[in-house]
């Protein structure tokens, strides 16, 4: 077991200035992990909420802090935004006296593949995999980096386990279409789990209707007191919408294990 | 660890009541803290209470009508609470929960380690969609300013430049001092700080900028970024 108590924890999300679910995963998985005692401190910090990237190494009083991103894939934010942010240089920097060390994202720990197959089997309890088709969505496009990438790469290393009858990529904004979901999918039953890290605009009000699960988009997934009702009869299947990927509570296992990667890979004799 | 940022805040508080933005903080007698709003009318037993500090995170997410809070410094803070804390550990991230890094940021600026950066090199920095925010003027940049930092919206006290030795003009001068008048509180009073304009600002400031650009498109208009937000 990890154990860091003269280190910090700092969880970057990319928070949201009109969605009050966008930065929660971050905050409940920053607190389960508080709470294991692992780590000297925990913090949160986010691009678009507060504590901001420029705020939040204010708050810490460990002199050594290791950074995970709470993001689905590498690309732009993990790789231009963050690292500007909080001035971070390479894989270890010493910002305001701290030694920062900068970890690989959540979303692409190798246990990623186990998370989307528990949330896939949890989603349709008794439902026989040779008569599902899984569909991971994702944003697509190049808006959210590398995610589509990202999403296929999962793809196949569910498909290479022989589970279910089909596993698929689809997108929200490039094909395969995720509002086209019963046109490439043969199944009976219909599994769908966003490739996404919070319960967001996307996941929880704009792929429901593109399912055709929802006529409009509604309000926010705290403030909803409509639970999503699995199965949905729709286009003559059965069809069952999971919560993002990014909700799934063993999640902050991989967050903690991505601190242990960075050490792995970066030897203490290699720090300033 | 060299400076326990816990162990100070609790030094600072031993002393009696204290604000922080629209929080009073209360130490209990026998140990312990009690929050709520500063600005509460009486009586004070009708107010709803809860404990731990995970219930500061739901009470700064929403106003009193339901709005989502991403600017936990909006003069917003829903009322008829009162917050229970069991020790400074719990007080601590309550506070950080109602007022994100403001304690962190206070012990910087007692320290002296808090370096404010002028708004020019904020906007300066940004890529993608927010690239467009460092071709604000000057005149569009003030008027931004008084709309989106003054008291009404936030209530962080600015530490920044617009460039360095070009202060920010058109605030009353208590939002551009970290220290309050001495007798304008009942009690001490931990400052918000604003060391650096937010991502609200700069996302603002694209707006401005890309407003004046569609009404008057410019044949030398600078190529737009390809990067991924743009």
Known sequence: MLSKPDSALILVGHGSTVNPDSSSPTFAHAETIRRQGLFGEVHCAFWKEEPSLRQVLHMVDCDEVYVVPNFISEGYFTRTVIPRELEIQGPVSVIQNKTVKYCDPVGSHHRMTELLLHRAAEIAPGVPPAQISLLIVGHGTSLNDNSALAAKREVDCIRQRGIYAEVLSTYMEEAPWIADWDQFTAQPHVVVVPFFIADGLHSFQDIPVLLGIDRETGSAASQSNVFRQNPHHLRNRLLYYASSIGTEPLLAELIVDQVANFDAAHPKRLSP | ?230
């Open chain 2, 1 to 230: 660890m060299k400076d326990n940022l816990t162990e100070r805040l609790a030094a600072h508080l031993a002393d009696g009541p204290h604000h922080l933005g629209q929080i009073l903080i209360t130490p209990i007698s026998g140990g312990g803290y009690e929050l709520r709003h500063r600005d509460e009318p009486p009586p004070f037993p009708a107010l709803r209470e809860s404990t731990g500090p995970d219930a500061a995170r739901q009470l700064a997410l929403y106003t009193d009508t339901g709005e989502f809070r991403p600017l936990k410094s909006a003069p917003t803070l829903r009322r008829g609470w009162r917050l229970l804390l069991a020790d400074t550990q719990e007080l601590h991230l309550a506070l950080d929960y109602l007022y994100p890094a403001m304690v962190g940021i206070w012990r910087s600026h007692q320290n002296g380690t808090l370096t404010a950066v002028p708004l020019d090199q904020t906007l300066a920095r940004q890529t993608g969609m927010y690239a467009a925010a460092k071709r604000i003027q000057n005149d569009e940049a003030r008027a931004l300013i008084q709309r989106t930092c003054s008291s009404a919206k936030c209530l962080k006290r600015i530490l920044w430049e617009m460039a360095p030795g070009q202060p920010v003009d058109g605030l009353p001068s208590g939002k551009m001092s970290p220290v309050l008048d001495p007798g304008t509180t009942a009690c001490d009073e931990i400052p918000l700080l604003c060391h650096e304009a937010c991502n609200i600002l700069v996302a603002e400031a694209r707006q401005v900028v890309k407003q004046r650009e569609r009404d008057a498109p410019q044949p030398e208009r600078q190529t737009q970024s390809t990067s991924p937000e743009s």
